[in-house]
């Protein structure tokens, strides 16, 4: 089961005919949508909770849905399996949301920032609950009472990025607004 948010940036396919009417490469397009998505993929891996770094390593994008050289679409998904019981499936970031602390998660927050109660494979958890010196069994139990809490790393990312994305949407525009003066 993965973890994918669809990050749609619109308004291109309307600027590509402008650009294409004027012999613009969208070079500085590309860059910027993949740089959108590198900003949010990094990010992303600092904020997930760490343990053996199976969910930070899965966490990556894509382009999806090409019209012509320029990505309709970038995808930033997180692959591992245990990555919907991290994330959650939050839309968007609920108000007043903050991390979990570190330790006494036990009573933390909103009861919607915790997944709902459920039993997980034992064999994940006991390698786990091993490397805590803490008994499976325990833990397994104490899941199935209250859930764990949610951690949705892709909709931080995305929040804690905006100032650096939108840098990065202002020297976009300035490469365009150059070489369209070069152009003419």
């Known amino acids: 089961m993965t973890t994918n948010r669809d990050f749609t940036f619109s308004g291109f396919t309307s ?20 740089e ?12 997930v909770p760490v343990d053996t770094g199976t969910l930070r390593d899965s966490i990556d994008f894509k382009q ?5 050289r320029l990505p309709q679409k970038i995808k930033i998904e997180a692959t591992a399996p ?7 499936q939050f839309k968007r970031l609920p108000n007043g949301y903050k991390l ?9 927050g909103n009861p919607n920032w915790r997944t709902d109660p459920h039993y997980p494979p034992v064999q994940p958890i006991e390698d786990w609950a091993t490397s805590k010196g803490l008994n ?26 905006r100032k650096a994305r939108k840098k990065l949407t202002k020297k976009a525009q300035k490469q365009i607004a150059l070489s369209w003066k070069l152009k003419k």
């Open 15 to 34: 600027l590509k005919r402008k650009l294409q009417n004027g012999n613009f490469t969208l070079i500085p397009l590309r860059h910027l949508m993949n």
């Open 36 to 47: 959108h998505a590198e900003a949010i993929t990094e990010n992303a891996k600092k904020v």
């Open 64 to 68: 999806v849905a090409m019209v012509g």
């Open 82 to 88: 245990h990555s919907k019981f991290v994330h959650g």
């Open 100 to 108: 979990p602390p570190k330790k006494n998660r036990k009573n933390w």
């Open 136 to 161: 499976t069994y325990s833990v397994v139990n104490s899941i199935s009472e209250r859930g764990t809490p949610l951690v949705p790393f892709l909709l931080l990312a995305e929040k804690n990025t």
